[in-house]
Structure formats: structure tokens, C-alpha cells
């Protein structure tokens, strides 16, 4: 048995006799062979048999950089390096007489097109989307931002996986330590197989159990580019759409690029109806409970006696009516995320008129619990953010419970541990409910009114308060 | 352990705490009215009721030794909880106000679920005729009074006023109260406002005024509402025609003589002419005669109105919380006895500024 | 405790610590002490509040607290929050939850005051923010009641009586509780924040408009027989207010009152917290874990009419003691000695 065989041998061990895995002696110069192994599932093989031609051209006229092509390399032989390189879907060629390998980076990209994400539409601007690709993606961005101070810097995650992924951010408008920090973070990765975005972004937020997202995801190279500008990190794998942003802020959930895409006035108004939409949502549900179980005067007259006559004949507590209705109703939701779209519209009938009417009339609910709970509903929906507005459906819970118990009083204590947890919640160390936490009066109308130009807002960095004269406010509260 | 937990918590969230009162289990009271006197008082409760889909007012009677004693003896006659925090209306018989109003009033005041801001008015006799007469007219008794008592706020004969504005003015010996009164028409069956009683301090004077009376006290007070029509018959070169004119601006000034007890008020009134059939507005000598009748008439019937209001120690106008405020040296602390003692005369000035869009 | 302040924070501070708990009660002594020159006098105690504030300022650095002093303010403030604890729960149970048993509340209350303390101090600082807009609400609706006022209540004006106005001025201090918290936040300011007379003036102008409105409204609505009996005036304006949409706006503003009170308490055992803890030091949370169960069981035994009477009719002097009187001597004594405050790093 010769070396070649002997190699090749090896190789089909190396990679457990993987049916894609294709090795093949060929005939290298004068008389000698040499082994060609890819995967065959990764190689775009049309391309690779071009570029082979062109070096088997090149390779009799001795030239002496016979090898060097765009997309080819020279190495010396070394079986790791190999696997790797097969494993990236690289075409490899050893040559076991003077032990190199020359590597032919064809691979066969699967990709699909950039077309704007589904969960994120908009009205008007750039219907692109991220892919599932990082070049792709980078390209994209790289569309958006031709300037060498956009730094991308790549890492690997999962042992097992190795997944490649990567890191943006805008030289000279981040801060320094809002590079550090990612960057210690990423160094903490302790990931074995790394499959989901999910357990990126579990790794990098500052408090896993808190019901709110510190980290934006996004599908658009616009909201990604958008936050590049702000000085934030954005963080990209190959293997999901989804980049993610940090440091963030409650509020910029909240914001959409159709904010910016249409005229200021008509922006700043749907800023104010989202964030109004928060409020609904998260405390409608609970304040009808209060109002019907513990405090059923501050209703005037008329609208208290069609109350009553709602809800007189209900045999279940305010609470437990509700809890049915929204059970319901996170039911149809997640059943007409699976359902393919033709029939995911039957749902939405046999949820919404069947059963929400049957359950009027059958009296186990009231008319109103339905208004408010379908109104509940429609508000959640508004978030620009699908990971804000899962949390916002489901915060409604303890605040009904907790309106239940103590009427009004009860929203009361929900409201400040609310507060007090979203004040203490931090992005990458860096205050989350920005402009109130450090408080900045000057910056707060932001919040509510996109501004007429676009100029980047600075995210604060540390909980006390900035100390440059920019941001330095009024005087009395 | 999570078992212990979830059990706790269903029993929690089954069981409902403290303070809480389901509204499906109250029986929300609208209209509320008293009779009798102190020891043996009557309470007419009216609520409504659903019945497959038809609300009907329900009453209940219930007698007792104090006002709270009849709500809670009432309640025993409900079976659901009988609530008073949707009250909208309060009538009190007018032979129970002969009593001070304020003990009446108290458990209004003192429990933090019932409402201030309702409607009260005194009723002609017993309160449950004009109870009962709800059933047939509304399916809301409260709302039934109060929207009676409101358009006729608005027509300038009940003065504008709530139960914490009448608590309010019961606690000041500078001014007294009048209080909406309820007449029924026995013919056509129906509630029919009939002018307001008179209090002086916390009890009833025994006077009422008649919806006229009561709208040039409201002139007086400088409370001219929505709608304020002033008609007379004039005489018109030998005939009577009807003259109806509506206030447009009432302007007053109190100017008070310390040492002769005077007060004479200046009244400058304009005025637009709503009905005059003549038609003669535009000649000079016809639009100066009505300007000039009418403030004569008007005098005439301020003058009265001052005069009962003297006669019964009733300080409606306020007069005495302007003294106390402006010449605190002349206000007595018994100034109802001082009130009826001041000469006070009103001088009225009327202008027409608009006849309508006829000339 | 290691934390700054910008102005407006600094400010904001202030505002809650002397509005919280007591706005919508302290007409009542005030008036039915002072008579119809009740406003007058307020705005007097406002003026001597502001030449307070202003002395405070300009001497802040002397105020050093020696151990003793320390514990006797940090017994002083924990008594105060224990009593306006247990008169927080006694409005709310005549207002809103008569039934609810006031363990639970309090309960409630001190375990918000946990939470929110055992996080950083800007924590605290900052959560008064959110409840801007509500009392704005507050005076919006509040507003709702002008046409019902009598504006010659304010009159007459009588200075004859000597021992009225001295009670209606020491009354006034009810509103200015705490203003000694000036001194202890002061320190904590950005160093390169200078205050003068102007930021405290248009601070003072705030607080002022706010609580003026206050007490004449209360003067206006109710006549001086009616107010003795009415211990919470401002809720009760508004419960004689009706809105189209909702017919008891009381029952809405015990509870904004409420959680502006909440964020009071968090504030003053904040306080306690930077004074036992010191400058620069991190604090142990057993110690603030510790302190709130006392809190948690002290105002248990004042939630009783009798007692709420007798603190409502005898804390102002022990406030005029330790808001002005006593701060003003230690500030004396340290300039006397030539010994100043350490400080901020």
C-alpha cells in the first residue's frame, strides 16, 4: 500500500466515513498523484472543477506562484488544518510528495434572498432583510456604511459547533467601555453546541430572568445600521437572521424606522400611540378587574347600570373571567403561528367570531371583558419588538392577580416594583431606562417625539448622571 | 413544597380578599329618598334589577330611629348587598327638614364610599310617590331627578348645587341655603319643580318659593344660568302684550352703608327680547317703554323676594359672607337677626342690547 | 454610598421629601388654627423657608453630625417614617380599604421600601421621575373645583391675635418637613454644580405655587366650621369633583398619593442609609434588611385615631425642633468651631 492510499485511508477515518464526504486520488505532476477530499454537500463543484482546470494549466508551465489565485492557498500539510479547512467547506488538494495542501475556497453558499423579514414589516423605506449568511449580512451593512471605521471583528462560538460569528461597532462612536464589556462577555461564551440565537443573547444579558429584553434583535440592515450610528455593538451569526444590539434601552423598543421614514409630526404621533399602547396592555386588563371587584363607584351612572347588567349574570370572579378570555386568546395567537397562512385565517375566524361570541352568549364571560381584553390584545401587538411584546402579555399576569387581591392598591405596589426593576435593570451595565435613570429632563421629550433631524442620541453609560454640559438639565423638577 | 404553594394560591386567587365587593353582588342604589322624624325615620330605597335582560327599579321601605339605622335595616331586605356609592339623587320629605337637615345628612358624608357631588331636593309630602313614579317613566331612578333637577338649573329656577355644597353652606351662619323643592301633579302624574325651600341655619322656614320667586333670588345671587327668561304682561298703550326677555349679562354691586344698616345693590341687567309680538322694536318710544317697564317690574319683584327672604331670617344671597369679608367690623356673629334688621335696596338698570334677529 | 446628583435630581428629591404624605393634609391644622389668614401666614413661612434654604446653602459644610447627632437623627427619621407609615394606612383605611388588615399594607409598603433599597442608590433617586405627570394630574384636577370656591373665605384679614398667627406659622413647618435632608443630599451634588439664589428660588417657587394652591383651595371650598372636621381636605375637593368619564376622582388620587408617599418613604430610609453608611462606604444589606423589619413593626401600634390626633397635633414643633432649629445650632456650633463636613471625594 502506497502513501497516497494510506492517507487516504486516514482521512476516511478522520471523518467517520461520512457519505458526503468525498476523497479521490488524482494525477498530480509528472507521474505523481495527489488526493483531492471536500464534502461534497458544501463544494459548489461546477466552480471548483473551473478553478482545478485553470492550476492544472498553470502547473505545467512550472511557474513559480502557480498556486496563488484568489481563492487559492498554499499550505503545508497538517491533518487538523485539513479537517478544518474541509469542515469550512473548502475543496482540498494534498500533495503528499512535498506535504502541502493547496485549499480552493468554492464554497456553495445556502442562502436565501434578501427579503424583508416577516415579523418586522414596514411602510415605507428598505424592504431588505438579513440572511442567514454573514457575508450576506455584511455586505449589506457594508451597503449602508462606506467607511473603514465600521470594524467588524469575528469570534467563534460553540466548542463543538464552531460557529462563526461576529461583532460590528463604529469605531471612534463607541465607547470604550462598551467594547470592553462585550468583549469580556464574548471571552465568557461557554457554549458546547451552539444552535440558536437564543443562547447568544441568554449568555450576554445582564439579568436572564427579568421578563424584559436587553438585547434588541432585529432582521433589518436599516435598524441595524441605525443603531451602529448610536455607537451600540451588534452582534451577527451565521446561522440566524437575527442581529443583536446592545447596550439598549426600554424605550427603543419602541421605536420603528417607520418612525423615521415618514414625516416628523405623523412620527411623533405613533410614538406617543405605542407608548400609550404599553400602558393599555399591560394594565387594561387589570384595572377593569379593579374597577368590577373592589371600586365599581368611580363609574358614572349610566355607564355603571350597563355594567351591572353585563355583568350580573356571570358565574365566574372578575379574575378568573379574565384568565379564560386571555387563555383563549394566547391560544389562537400561538396556533396561528404554526398554522400555514390559508388556514392560519380559519383560526382567526373559529377564535375571534365563534368562540368570542358563543362565549358572550353562553354568559360565562361579559360582553366588556371581551372589549377589554381584545383592546389588551391589539395594544400588545403595536411593539415594534416581537421578544417586548411577549414580555408585555405576559407582565399583564401578575397585575391582574394582583388587582384581584387589592383593587387598585394592588396596581399601586405593581406599578413601583415595575419601576424599581426596570430602573435597576441594566444593558451591558449601562442604565436600560434611559432618560429617566440617570434623570435627564432635556432628554426625556425623546422619548416621545422623534425629533426632525436625525442625530444620533449618546446612550448613558452610568446610572449616576453625565456630567457634561450637553446633557446637563434644568433646574427644579 | 410547589404543591403547598399552588394551593395557597388558588385559594388566594378563589377567594378574593379583604375589601372586596363584587359589583355582580351589589344592589347599586341610584335613588334614595327619607321621611319622618328623629327616632322613627322612612327610607324608600330604589335600585335596579335584571331580569332576563330587563332592568325594572325595585323599592325597598324601611323604617329606623336614625338614617343609618334604616339603610341597615333596608339592606336586610335586599339580597344582595345594598350600595349606596352610586347614589345619584337624595329627596327628603318636607316635614323632615323641620329638623336640622345636617343630622340627616351625615352618614352621606362621613362613609368614604358615598358620593358628595349627587342631587338633593325636597319633596312635597311623603317621598314614596315620587319614588314609585319612576317605575313607569325610567329605568334609572337616579338618573330620572337628577337630569329633572339639572334642565332646571339650567332654566335659572333650582339653584346650581350638590349634597357637599349644601354641607358646606350649612356650616356657615353667613349664608343659608335653598333647596330645590318637588311638587307632584296629581292630574298628569308627574314630578313637577315647584320653586325652592328656604333654610335658615340648618332647618326649614316653612316658606317656599314659588319657580318665579325663586328665579329673581337667582338674579339676586348673580347665578342667572343657561337660560334666564324674565317675561311680564306689559301694557301697551291699552293692551297687554306678553314680553319675554332673556338676561344676557347681569352685572352687580353691593354697596353698604355701615351706619344707616343699608345695602343698596345695583343691578345692571341687558337683556334680549325673545317674544314680542308688536313688532315695533325699532321706533325709539316703544324700545325705551318696555326698557323702562321691565326695570320697574323687575324691582318690584326683587323687592319682594328681599322681603320674604328678611321675613324668614334666610340669607340666601350670601349677603353676609360679602360683609364679613369686606367690613368685618359691622358683621355680628348672629347675623341672621342682623340681616333681617338692614334696609336693602335694589336699583335695577335694564338694557335691551338684542331684539332677536327680528328688528 | 457612593453616588452624585445632578440639580435637577437634587431638586426632585427635595420636592418629594416635603410634599410627600402631607399635602393633602396639612391644611387642616393650619386653618382651623389660623382662621382666614391662614394663607397669608403660609406664604410668610414659605418666605422664611426659602431664607432657610438659602442659609443652608451658604453654610451646608459646617453641618458635620457627630456620632450622637447621627443616631439621634436616624432615630428622629425612623420614628417619622414609622408614625406617616402608620397615618398612611389609616387614610387608607377610612378612604379606600376599610377591611384590608393594616399588617398587610404596611407589609406591602416597607417590602417596596426593601426593594427599592437594597438597589443602588440612584434607584431611589430617580424613581420620583415617573410620578411627575401624575401630580400635575393632580393640580389639573384639582383645578376642576374653581367654580365652586367662595373667594371671600379668604377674607377677612385680621392680625390682631397674636397666638393665631404664631400657630398658623409654626403649623406652616408641616409643609417644609424634612427641608433638613437638604443638608444631608448637599454634599452629593456634582462638584462642579454651584447653587446660588436662583436655582433654590425657582425651586422654592414651585413648591410654593403647589402648596399655596393647596391651601387656598381648601380655605376657599370649605368654610373654617366645615375644615375642622375634615381631615383630608385636598381628596376631599376632589371627591366632590365629577368628570364625564369617572365619577369618584378621590378614589383615583388616594392612590397616586399613595405611591408619591411610597416614593417618600423610599427617600428618607434612603437618608438613613447614606447617614449610617457614611460617604464612600457600601452598606451591608443585613443592616438594611434588619431596619425594615423594624419598620415593618412599629407602626403597627400607632394606627389608632387617638394617636394619629396626637401626632397631628404635636409634630410640628418636634419638626420646627429638628428641621430648623437644630440644624441651624449644630451648623452655629461647627462655625464656631472652625470644624467643616468632610467633603465629597
Not at chain 1, 482521512?11 to 505523481?32: H, I, M, P, Y
Not at chain 1, 374597577?291 to 368611580?298: A, G, K, L
Not at chain 3, 418613604?265 to 434612603?270: E, G, P
Request: hydrophobic content about 45%; charged content about 20%.
Amino acid at each position: 500500500m502506497n502513501k497516497v492510499e494510506l492517507m487516504m485511508k486516514s482521512l476516511q477515518k478522520a471523518f467517520n466515513q461520512s457519505s458526503d464526504f468525498t476523497v479521490r486520488q488524482v494525477d498530480w505532476r509528472e507521474g505523481t498523484s495527489a488526493i483531492l477530499c471536500f464534502y461534497s454537500s458544501l463544494v459548489d463543484a461546477k466552480e471548483a472543477q473551473k478553478l482545478l482546470d485553470t492550476i492544472y494549466a498553470r502547473l505545467d508551465t512550472n511557474k513559480p506562484f502557480w498556486s496563488e489565485t484568489i481563492m487559492t492557498t498554499l499550505k503545508a500539510f497538517s491533518l487538523p488544518q485539513a479537517i478544518e479547512h474541509i469542515c469550512n467547506g473548502e475543496t482540498l488538494i494534498i500533495i503528499p510528495d512535498t506535504g502541502e495542501m493547496l485549499s480552493l475556497t468554492i464554497v456553495n453558499r445556502v442562502h436565501r434572498n434578501p427579503d424583508e423579514p416577516n415579523n418586522e414589516h414596514v411602510l415605507r423605506g428598505s424592504h431588505e432583510g438579513l440572511v442567514e449568511s454573514v457575508e450576506t449580512n455584511l455586505a449589506l451593512l457594508r451597503k449602508r456604511i462606506h467607511n473603514p471605521s465600521l470594524v467588524v471583528k469575528s469570534f467563534s462560538i460553540g466548542k463543538e459547533t464552531n460557529t462563526k460569528a461576529y461583532y460590528l461597532y463604529i469605531d471612534r462612536v463607541i465607547k470604550a467601555e462598551t467594547l470592553a464589556e462585550i468583549e469580556k462577555r464574548i471571552d465568557a461564551i461557554n457554549i458546547d453546541y451552539f444552535y440558536s440565537v437564543g443562547q447568544l443573547s441568554d449568555e450576554l444579558e445582564d439579568s436572564v430572568w427579568s421578563p424584559f429584553p436587553q438585547l434588541l434583535n432585529t432582521e433589518r440592515p436599516d435598524r441595524v445600521v441605525a443603531n451602529l450610528v448610536e455607537g451600540k455593538v451588534v452582534l451577527i451569526t451565521n446561522i440566524s437572521p437575527t442581529a443583536l444590539i446592545a447596550p439598549v434601552t426600554f424605550f427603543s423598543f419602541y421605536q420603528s424606522p417607520d418612525d423615521y421614514n415618514g414625516r416628523v409630526l405623523v412620527g411623533s404621533f405613533y410614538r406617543i400611540v405605542r407608548l400609550m399602547s404599553f400602558i393599555a396592555a399591560v394594565f387594561l386588563p387589570a384595572f377593569y378587574i379593579a374597577i368590577i371587584s373592589f371600586h365599581f363607584e368611580v363609574l358614572p351612572l349610566e355607564l355603571s347600570n350597563q355594567v351591572k347588567n353585563d355583568v350580573n349574570e356571570i358565574p365566574y370572579r372578575p379574575l378568573i373571567e379574565a384568565l379564560i378570555l386571555e387563555i383563549i386568546m394566547e391560544l389562537i395567537r400561538e396556533s396561528s403561528i404554526r398554522l400555514p397562512q390559508s388556514v392560519g385565517q380559519t383560526i382567526g375566524i373559529v377564535g375571534g367570531l365563534v368562540i368570542g361570541d358563543a362565549i358572550v352568549s353562553a354568559g360565562l364571560v361579559s360582553n366588556l371583558m371581551v372589549i377589554v381584553v381584545a383592546l389588551t390584545a391589539i395594544s400588545s401587538y403595536v411593539v415594534p419588538s416581537v421578544e417586548l411584546n411577549t414580555s408585555i402579555r405576559m407582565l399583564r399576569f401578575p397585575f391582574m392577580v394582583l388587582a384581584s387581591l387589592f383593587g387598585f392598591f394592588g396596581i399601586v405596589i405593581g406599578v413601583v416594583v415595575l419601576l424599581i426593576h426596570l430602573i435597576n435593570l441594566s444593558s451591558l451595565k449601562q442604565p436600560y431606562f434611559s432618560p429617566i435613570v440617570p434623570f435627564q429632563p432635556k432628554e426625556i421629550y425623546k422619548v416621545f417625539v422623534r425629533g426632525p433631524f436625525f442625530k444620533p442620541t449618546v446612550q448613558v453609560t452610568s446610572f449616576s448622571s453625565p456630567k457634561d454640559d450637553s446633557v446637563k438639565n434644568g433646574d427644579t423638577p | 413544597m410547589y404543591r403547598k404553594a399552588i394551593i395557597v394560591l388558588l385559594v388566594v386567587l378563589l377567594a378574593g380578599c379583604w375589601d372586596e365587593r363584587l359589583y355582580k353582588n351589589s344592589s347599586v342604589v341610584s335613588l334614595a329618598g327619607i321621611e319622618g322624624t328623629m327616632g322613627e325615620y322612612k327610607g324608600y330605597y330604589a335600585y335596579p334589577k335584571t331580569l332576563d335582560k330587563q332592568s325594572q327599579i325595585m323599592l325597598i321601605e324601611a323604617e329606623g330611629i336614625s338614617p343609618r339605622d334604616v339603610r341597615n335595616n333596608a339592606d336586610l331586605k335586599v339580597e344582595q348587598t345594598l350600595d349606596l356609592s352610586e347614589l345619584a339623587t337624595l329627596l327628603i320629605s318636607i316635614d323632615t327638614v323641620k329638623e336640622p337637615l345636617y343630622d340627616l345628612l351625615d352618614i352621606y358624608f362621613r362613609d368614604p364610599q358615598n358620593p358628595i357631588s349627587i342631587k338633593v331636593a325636597v319633596t312635597e309630602g311623603s317621598v314614596k310617590p315620587f319614588i314609585e313614579l319612576t317605575k313607569e317613566v325610567t329605568d334609572n331612578a337616579g338618573g330620572y331627578y337628577e337630569r329633572f333637577i339639572e334642565s332646571t338649573e339650567k332654566n335659572t329656577i333650582y339653584p346650581k348645587l350638590n349634597l357637599q355644597m349644601i354641607g358646606s353652606t350649612l356650616f356657615d351662619n353667613a349664608k343659608d341655603i335653598a333647596i330645590p323643592y318637588i311638587k307632584m301633579d296629581e292630574e298628569e302624574h308627574s314630578a313637577e319643580a315647584a320653586g325652592v325651600a328656604l333654610f335658615s341655619g340648618q332647618v326649614f322656614t316653612g316658606k317656599i318659593l314659588d319657580p318665579k320667586q325663586s328665579f329673581y333670588m337667582l338674579l339676586l345671587m348673580d347665578k342667572a344660568n343657561q337660560h334666564a327668561r324674565i317675561q311680564y304682561m306689559l301694557k301697551l298703550n291699552n293692551e297687554d302684550v306678553p314680553v319675554t326677555g332673556e338676561v344676557i349679562h347681569l352685572k352687580r354691586k353691593w354697596i353698604i352703608n355701615e351706619e344707616m344698616k343699608k345695602i343698596t345693590m345695583d343691578f345692571k341687567i341687558d337683556v334680549e327680547i325673545e317674544e314680542f309680538s308688536k313688532n315695533h322694536l325699532y321706533k325709539e318710544e316703544t324700545f325705551k317703554t318696555i326698557e323702562e317697564m321691565f326695570q320697574q317690574k323687575i324691582q318690584a319683584d326683587f323687592e319682594e323676594v328681599i322681603k320674604i327672604l328678611q321675613e324668614q331670617e334666610s340669607d340666601t344671597l350670601g349677603i353676609g359672607r360679602y360683609i364679613r369679608a369686606y367690613h368685618p367690623k359691622f358683621f355680628e356673629e348672629d347675623w341672621r337677626e342682623q340681616f333681617a334688621s338692614l334696609t336693602i335696596e335694589p336699583k335695577v338698570k335694564v338694557t335691551i342690547i338684542r331684539t332677536g334677529i327680528l328688528r | 454610598m457612593n453616588f452624585s446628583l445632578s440639580k435637577g435630581q437634587f431638586f426632585l428629591l427635595l420636592f418629594f421629601i416635603e410634599t410627600g404624605i402631607i399635602y393633602i393634609s396639612f391644611q387642616t391644622p393650619l386653618i382651623s388654627e389660623s382662621k382666614n389668614k391662614a394663607w397669608v401666614l403660609f406664604i410668610v413661612a414659605t418666605i422664611l423657608h426659602y431664607l432657610v434654604l438659602l442659609f443652608f446653602e451658604r453654610y451646608y459644610r459646617y453641618f458635620y453630625l457627630n456620632t450622637f447627632f447621627q443616631w439621634v437623627y436616624k432615630v428622629y427619621w425612623f420614628l417619622m417614617i414609622a408614625t406617616f407609615l402608620a397615618y398612611m394606612v389609616y387614610v387608607l383605611a377610612s378612604w379606600v380599604l376599610p377591611q384590608t388588615p393594616e399588617w398587610i399594607i404596611i407589609l406591602f409598603i416597607v417590602a417596596l421600601s426593601l426593594y427599592g433599597n437594597i438597589s443602588r442608590p440612584e434607584t431611589v433617586i430617580n424613581i420620583g421621575v415617573m410620578f411627575i405627570p401624575l401630580i400635575f394630574i393632580f393640580i389639573i384636577f384639582l383645578m376642576l373645583a374653581v367654580p365652586d370656591l367662595t373667594w371671600t373665605n379668604l377674607l377677612p384679614l385680621e392680625f390682631n391675635n397674636s397666638k393665631e398667627i404664631i400657630q398658623g406659622l409654626i403649623r406652616s413647618v408641616f409643609a417644609f418637613m424634612g427641608a433638613e435632608m437638604y443638608l444631608i443630599y448637599r454634599p452629593f451634588l456634582q462638584k462642579e454644580l454651584t447653587l446660588n439664589y436662583k436655582p433654590i428660588l425657582i425651586y422654592q417657587l414651585v413648591i410654593f405655587v403647589f402648596y399655596l394652591i393647596s391651601v387656598m383651595f381648601s380655605q376657599m371650598f370649605f368654610t373654617i366650621e366645615e375644615i375642622k372636621l375634615v381631615p383630608e381636605p385636598i381628596i376631599y375637593i376632589l371627591k366632590s369633583q365629577e368628570v364625564t368619564f369617572v365619577k369618584r376622582l378621590d378614589i383615583f388620587f388616594v392612590y397616586i398619593w399613595l405611591s408619591w408617599s411610597i416614593i417618600t418613604v423610599l427617600i428618607f430610609n434612603l437618608t438613613i442609609r447614606v447617614v449610617h453608611f457614611g460617604i464612600g462606604k457600601k452598606g451591608s444589606k443585613k443592616a438594611i434588611v434588619f431596619y425594615h423589619i423594624l419598620l415593618a413593626i412599629i407602626p403597627l401600634f400607632f394606627v389608632k385615631f387617638k394617636v394619629i390626633e396626637t401626632m397631628k397635633n404635636s409634630f410640628h414643633y418636634i419638626i420646627l425642633i429638628f428641621t430648623f432649629l437644630l440644624p441651624i445650632l449644630i451648623i452655629l456650633w461647627n462655625k464656631w468651631r472652625g470644624k467643616t463636613c468632610i467633603e465629597k471625594q
